[in-house]
């Protein structure tokens, strides 16, 4: 018999797990693994917890692809060792099922639709910042007035917080930390 199994992940503690573990519970989950971790580290406890709770012909159910893996290549490499242990993968948002053919099909071309729409913005960023270039544009942070820096070091010197000196020079709060350290 094939069970849900529910994976939820949030990136940061001030984000919230509710919404997701409620979908997945109304479409079947009988237990939700959860993870409150950054998609950019793929290592997982909730989502290992998981597989290694799974057994044969289980399926992994997500909210969405990009709860499971940030990129094509993470997400493909998760789909297939899930494979491996014949579980299979349903995604809620993306009405896919890889425990059929036509699941997995369909999950593979979402995924190289995703990965063409990436390159598509990456190139269409590059051919801007190229055009912002001919036009003379200077792009990058503006260099940093050294004047402004001197005068809010000798604030700070006198008592002043960071803080206010950043405000009352009009500069940002972390230019100023970031120039302590060095003076420091």
């Keep these: 018999m094939t069970d849900i199994l529910g994976y939820a ?9 509710d919404s997701q573990k409620h979908r997945l519970t109304a479409a079947g989950a009988i237990r939700v693994f959860e993870d409150v971790i950054s998609g950019k580290i793929f290592d997982r406890p909730g989502l290992e917890a998981l597989i290694a709770y799974a057994r044969p012909n289980d399926l992994l159910c997500v909210v969405r692809l990009d709860r499971l893996g940030r990129s094509l290549k993470e997400l493909l490499e998760t789909v297939e060792y899930l494979k491996e242990c014949k579980i299979g993968l349903m995604s809620l948002e993306e009405k896919i099922d890889t425990s ?9 071309v979402f995924g190289a639709i995703a990965h063409f729409e990436r390159r598509l913005i990456s190139e269409r960023t590059k051919d801007g910042i ?23 070091l000798k604030l700070i010197e006198l008592g002043l917080s960071p803080t206010a000196a950043a405000k009352q020079l009009n500069l940002g709060r972390s230019t100023i930390y970031r120039e302590l350290k060095y003076v420091r």
């Design 9 to 17: 992940r949030v990136s940061t503690q001030q984000q919230d797990l």
């Design 100 to 108: 059929s053919a036509a699941g997995e099909l369909v999950f593979h």
């Design 130 to 152: 190229n055009a912002a270039r001919l036009k003379g544009k200077i792009l990058g942070r503006p260099t940093l007035d050294k004047e402004k820096l001197s005068s809010a």
